[in-house]
């Protein structure tokens, strides 16, 4: 809203500072102080003696990382909705609206390795953390680049870390599912893992792709698991069947949303 200037002034109208300016003010500085404290806390739990797969102090890291964001964050809330978890390890197969989304899954009780595109490994301290972190890149250039991206996948399951992949392969613009690639199905059957659905609403409003800020101040993030699902059938049908699953949930989710808030 505008505050008029007194008639005959010549002074322009004062405008109200815009939300969106006062979110990223707060916010960009929160998320990249919270980053790079858990991702020192991590370069130091490298170093103290630790299961070969970097496994447990990993995972307390981005546990940390993905609850704290949150939790404390003076303009992000999320509500997770976890269902009973075995041990694990899963496929995780989740939305995608947002870069948010991979925090708030990491924020799940379970260690957790995410296929990410090769571009982030470039990124400066961040690319070195996914490396030592362990992270996966995805790559398709070549035979032996997707045959070493599997290999490390393989390896994740083998060390119990759950491998979270986005299925869409890129963000989502408009809040839908779009279709999925069946890459992480012929991985969930070849190795006999079961995939554990996520849906997240919420995070495309916050920070969607292709925006260099906030939308909007304050936001609130919802996060809910499905059931597991076991690797049966082709990875064509088992695709096709989580989608399904996903877009449904999806829908209820928003619509209880929508009942609360009315």
Not at 13 to 20: F, H, K, S
Not at 55 to 75: K, M, S, T
Not at 143 to 160: K, P, Y
Request: proline fraction near 11%; aromatic fraction near 6%; charge should be positive.
């Amino acid at each position: 809203m505008e505050a008029l200037a007194p008639s005959g002034s010549e002074d322009p109208p004062i405008v109200a500072p815009q939300p969106r300016i006062l979110s990223n003010l707060v916010m960009w500085p929160w998320f990249l102080g919270v980053s790079v404290v858990t991702m020192v806390g991590g370069l130091i739990l490298g170093l103290v003696p630790r299961d070969p797969g970097r496994l447990r102090p990993l995972w307390v890291n981005h546990w940390l990382w993905g609850r704290a964001l949150f939790a404390f964050g003076p303009l992000w809330r999320a509500r997770r909705e976890v269902g009973p978890l075995g041990p694990g390890p899963y496929v995780i197969v989740s939305t995608h609206t947002s870069l948010l989304d991979i925090p708030l899954n990491l924020g799940l009780p379970l260690p957790i390795r995410v296929s990410a595109r090769p571009g982030i490994f470039r990124v400066p301290v961040m690319g070195a953390y996914m490396r030592f972190s362990r992270m996966i890149p995805v790559a398709s250039d070549s035979r032996e680049a997707v045959e070493a991206s599997l290999e490390a996948c393989r390896a994740a399951i083998r060390d119990g870390a759950s491998i979270l992949v986005f299925p869409e392969g890129t963000r989502s613009e408009d809040g839908g599912i779009g279709p999925f690639h069946k890459g992480a199905f012929h991985l969930a059957r070849e190795l006999g893992v079961p995939i554990l659905p996520v849906v997240i609403d919420g995070t495309g409003r916050a920070l969607p792709k292709g925006s260099p800020g906030l939308v909007q101040g304050f936001c609130r993030f919802h996060l809910r698991t499905l059931p597991p699902i076991a690797p049966e059938g082709t990875a064509r049908a088992l695709s096709r069947r989580v989608r399904e699953a996903m877009v449904a949930e999806l829908a209820a989710l928003r619509q209880s949303a929508g009942e609360t808030s009315a």
